[in-house]
């Protein structure tokens, strides 16, 4: 199955769930990948011990998903682009959302 997670939450137990859920995806052999947008793309900051988004999020792309990241979120946030927030298009999430079996939102 195919799983577009979006994320749109600076929560940290939020953004940790829904990564954990990601993961947990792709132990299951479903292609999953996520877009952040919102408040979303500031998880690497929010991440702390208890709920360490950066961890779940490296997970994510050791397993094989993908993340995407919204790039006028991003840069409205004055933040960079990298492999752990790229800098994506809406035509992106399009994509994600038109190609998916499922769609989740966080």
């Not at 408040?39 to 997970?59: L, P, R």
């Not at 094989?64 to 035509?91: H, L």
Request: net charge negative; glycine share 6%; hydrophobic share 35%.
């Amino acid at each position: 199955m195919k799983i577009g997670i979006v994320i749109s939450s600076n929560d940290a137990e939020t953004c940790w769930n829904a990564l954990r859920y990601g993961n947990f995806a792709l132990s299951k052999n479903d292609e999953v990948k996520i877009f952040f947008m919102g408040k979303g793309v500031e998880y690497q900051k929010i991440s702390t011990d208890k709920f360490n988004t950066v961890k779940q999020a490296e997970q994510i792309i050791d397993m094989g998903g993908k993340i995407y990241a919204c790039g006028s979120c991003i840069k409205s946030r004055e933040q960079e682009s990298s492999q752990m927030c790229p800098i994506s298009t809406m035509n992106d999430m399009y994509e994600i959302i038109n190609e998916s079996d499922k769609i989740v939102t966080f």
